[in-house]
């Protein structure tokens, strides 16, 4: 049996998995709402990136008794044509995911969506001090993601492409 569990910020991450869920026949819950996952043969784990983590990841993981197969697809403001992000940011979740589970074929990443004005002020507060840092950055110390507070403060911008589900869709229906 498969489940696709998801941990959302912003409503992007949920947006990917409720359209993954219409695509592949599997049933998608949030990390929040999920009790057990151990009945469960296959998870597709769905998460914001958020401080260098997946929102809800570690919580699921502790829930994980007999999964064999786990997919991984994160969904963040970084463009995941930047190598350099996602290698490291690979060897990050390599540290956070049991061995016996993790598998970078099964891992992905997508692009999000962010609107300034709906943000919760804990979140409107990190931008803002994530911003000011990055604007008294030389350019050649800008990491992607200070990169993309740059790019995006204060508006709302929508990166969300259904399409880049395509490979997570062939990938589980495998």
Do not use: W
């Not at 912003?10 to 999920?34: C, N, Q």
């Not at 958020?50 to 993981?61: F, H, I, N, P, S």
């Not at 000011?132 to 992607?144: D, N, V, W």
Request: net charge neutral; with cysteine.
């Amino acid at each position: 049996m498969d489940i696709i569990i998801y941990g959302s910020l912003h409503g992007a991450t949920k947006r990917y998995a409720e359209r993954l869920a219409e695509m592949t026949g599997i049933k998608a819950v949030d990390y929040k709402e999920l009790k057990d996952a151990g009945p469960f043969d296959r998870v597709i784990y769905m998460g914001a990136i958020y401080a260098r983590g997946v929102v809800g990841l570690k919580k699921t993981l502790s829930r994980i008794t007999s999964a064999k197969e786990l997919f991984i697809v994160t969904v963040g403001m970084v463009d995941p044509e930047d190598k350099v992000f996602f290698d490291s940011f690979r060897e990050a979740l390599k540290a956070q995911v049991p061995a016996q589970l993790f598998d970078e074929k099964k891992l992905f990443h997508l692009r999000g969506a962010i609107d300034y004005s709906k943000l919760e002020l804990k979140y409107r507060i990190l931008m803002k001090m994530m911003y000011s840092q990055a604007l008294k950055m030389p350019e050649e110390q800008l990491t992607p993601e200070f990169k993309a507070v740059l790019a995006t403060y204060g508006q709302t911008v929508d990166f969300v492409d259904f399409e880049g589900l395509r490979p997570v869709a062939d990938a589980v229906n495998c």
